[in-house]
């Protein structure tokens, strides 16, 4: 029986509608920690709509988490043979190469999610490719090229913890090539965020140790690590048991 195009164009409707709706359920058992589950149903939204690469995302993401980096890469080959100029995509399969050790691959992805950052609105959408295309040339032994990757501005808005991070990458790099004024200008920034992150007092009492400040370095360190101890406690509970509190 021929199949008329109304009811073509209804199938297809039908197919995108509930391919949603398996990805919602995804989502669902993903925050309930049951991976088992999310990975079922987002296997049944790939089944009805397997042209779709948000949903070969979703399933990356997934296996991210479950701290599986092959089985992230190989489901994203599927995606980036579909959306091979996608920002999204491309910094996505970027980050699995940098986890499965391809790093001149890693940079390359993330180069080509860089490429077409002027397509998008969101002034900060090319921000996390920088920031990996960075870490990744970094771990290449080529900081200078680490930093000219780096944006000259952090984003406006995020998660603290975030911008820490992205704060501290650009510090450590920094020291690493010894530019000091970049490196001031960051620890100030790392203040403004968190005075008693780690991270933020590591960099400090590095920088005090490189102009001769030998006890304020000290001082640094020693309230760095009594954050982090607290921080282990806080986690872990005094009995060494995780909290039930986090």
Known sequence: EKVSFGQEKLFVQSAVQVADMYKELSVSHQKAENHTEALKAVDQAIRLRPDQPKFYLHKADLYSEMRKPQEMLDCLKPAIKLSPEDPKVN???????????????????????L??????????????????????????LKPRQAIAYLPDKLAASGEADQKMEQTSLQAELALEVGDLNLAEAAAVEMRKIDAEDPRGLAVQARLASLHGDDETARRLLQTANQVLERQIVQRTGRNGKPSNYL
Do not use: W
């Open 91 to 113: 910094h996505r399969v970027a980050q699995a190469l940098y986890i499965n050790g391809d790093l001149p691959g890693a940079l390359k992805h993330a180069e080509q999610a």
């Open 115 to 140: 490429s077409k950052k002027d397509s998008v609105t969101d002034e900060n959408s090319d921000l996390a490719p920088r920031y990996l295309a960075a870490e990744i040339s970094r771990a290449m």
